[in-house]
């Protein structure tokens, strides 16, 4: 049986499962249309910005961490801070990413659903998987924030919060040992590249920009306050992240 493929009832079936589930951030199994593969791969288909900031600004930033407020729709502007990409239709607008481990899918998911978004996924090559949600009117906001033309770019007054940075590191957040975390960024997003920095260094999380050559794109992330910073902003791991693969 494919991941992707339907029985002979004509419902979509359950990934199969390499380990159980986690008992969180994961919606009910047997549901491919907002549910997501069981932790594992699929057996089929992957320049310092601004200045750090000082400790008062640091202790100010931890009312803005992940627990801080209830999700909403903006936060998922974290999302195009990194590999997300969202296109217009009409008056609809969807969003979408391809992440690199099963994990991430489990995760965004159940983001996604906490924000009244219904999401698929499939796998893609490379043993990769993309995550999106239906067209809808609620995107638009975001949408109209974030294009200009088709091209993505932030808008002016972008800034990151606890929860947008949850999003981004669910979805390409990756340790580099043996004392650093790469923010990876959109392959095709010069444009955003720089002022996402410049809202990183505004954060208290100034990065050192890594371009494709370098393993990139993707802002490296060092330094003991930073990344207790890094981990403080977005709260503790999914149930779902291996061990590891989380600031904290």
């Known amino acids: 049986m494919s991941l992707s493929g339907l029985g002979d009832t004509g419902k ?39 200045p750090p900031q000082g400790d008062d600004a640091g202790r100010q930033l931890v009312f803005f961490g992940a627990d801080a407020a209830e999700p909403t729709v903006a936060d998922l502007a974290g999302l195009l801070a990194g590999p997300g990409e969202v296109v217009r239709m009409g008056g609809t607008a969807r969003l979408s990413v391809q992440v690199d481990a099963a994990w991430r899918v489990h995760v965004l998911v159940a983001e996604l659903a906490s924000r009244g978004l219904a999401a698929s996924w499939e796998p893609t090559e490379g043993e990769r998987h993309a995550v999106r949600t239906s067209y809808t009117r609620v995107l638009k906001p975001l949408a109209a924030a974030w294009l200009h ?9 972008f800034h990151l919060t606890g929860r ?15 004392d650093g975390f790469l923010l990876r960024l959109g392959a095709d997003d010069q444009e955003c590249w720089e002022p996402i920095g410049v809202a990183l260094g505004a954060a208290g999380l100034a990065g050192t920009l890594l371009g494709p050559g370098e393993g990139g794109p993707a802002y490296r992330i060092t330094g003991r306050r930073r990344l207790a910073r890094l981990a403080e902003l977005v709260g503790g791991p999914p149930r779902a992240a291996p061990p590891h693969a989380w600031p904290t």
């Open 164 to 178: 947008r940075l949850r999003l981004w590191l669910a979805a390409a957040g990756t340790p580099e040992p043996p």
């Open 149 to 157: 033309g088709t091209t993505k770019r932030p808008p002016a007054a």
């Open 12 to 50: 979509a079936q359950p990934p199969p499962a390499l380990f159980p589930a986690p008992e969180s951030d994961t919606p009910a199994p047997g549901r491919r249309r907002g549910g997501a593969p069981q932790n594992g791969p699929p057996q089929n288909g992957s320049t310092q910005n601004g």
